[in-house]
């Protein structure tokens, strides 16, 4: 046998181990970067992928968060708000579609970057709020609340990295929630949506009674 091809038959159980080694590595990190409830990218993930998504001119940035939700866990237990919190994932990400991203951010605030290719965000965020609103199939009907939504183009903010289009986007959320209007843009102007107001719309939502029956 000649000396390569006794130094190939020594390397080679070495080189299957390091790309077995390798694949094993590269599962455990999309484990860690996927929310182990709702199957979404965690932030660090959302992140990595938003970043790249906000070099299109039509990307448009989203913040969600479930209204009353402390109220369902309340008054429904925590396994019905982990359904909630499930079932609003599997909407917000099939509504962003493969184009973009969508992730959990933590508790029951939801962030999502879409490709808006037809200039409509509008429309298809209102009609994602209706979405999100239905009560979740096979489980208690009266489980079920809005999600407020606050949006931002990001063309309209070209110097603003990812932080600061989220940061617009969570003001635009919490003037809707206060406003109870659904959704809302950040527009060009500035949103007065102060600490204290935010506050206060946290506060309020927590202090009405149980979510049962929810109109969209």
């Not at 204290?196 to 927590?206: E, F, K, L, V």
Request: with cysteine.
């Amino acid at each position: 046998m000649s000396t390569l091809a006794t130094v190939l038959l020594a390397v080679l159980p070495l080189l299957a181990g390091w790309v077995v080694h390798v694949r094993w590595l590269h599962r455990c990190l999309s484990t860690a970067r996927r929310d182990p409830l709702t199957g979404l990218v965690t932030r660090d993930g959302f992140t990595r992928r938003a970043t790249a998504l906000l070099k299109d001119p039509r990307a448009v940035v989203v913040l969600a968060d479930v209204d009353k939700f402390k109220q369902i866990n309340d008054h429904f237990g925590h396994a019905a708000g982990d359904v909630l919190l499930k079932a609003t994932a599997d909407r917000l990400a099939h509504h962003v579609g493969r184009s973009g991203i969508a992730g959990r951010l933590g508790g029951d605030e939801f962030a999502a970057v879409l490709i808006d290719a037809h200039g409509t965000a509008a429309d298809m965020l209102t009609l994602l709020h209706g979405v999100l609103a239905r009560p979740v199939d096979g489980h208690d009907p009266a489980v079920h609340t809005t999600v407020s939504l606050g949006w931002v183009r990001a063309a309209d903010f070209p110097a603003d990295d990812l932080s600061g289009l989220l940061r617009r986007a969570d003001e635009a959320m919490y003037a809707a929630k206060q406003a109870r209007s659904g959704t809302r843009r950040a527009g060009l102007g500035r949103l007065f949506a102060t600490i204290a107001g935010r506050r206060s719309g946290r506060t309020g939502a927590r202090t009405e009674g149980p979510v049962v029956g929810v109109a969209v």
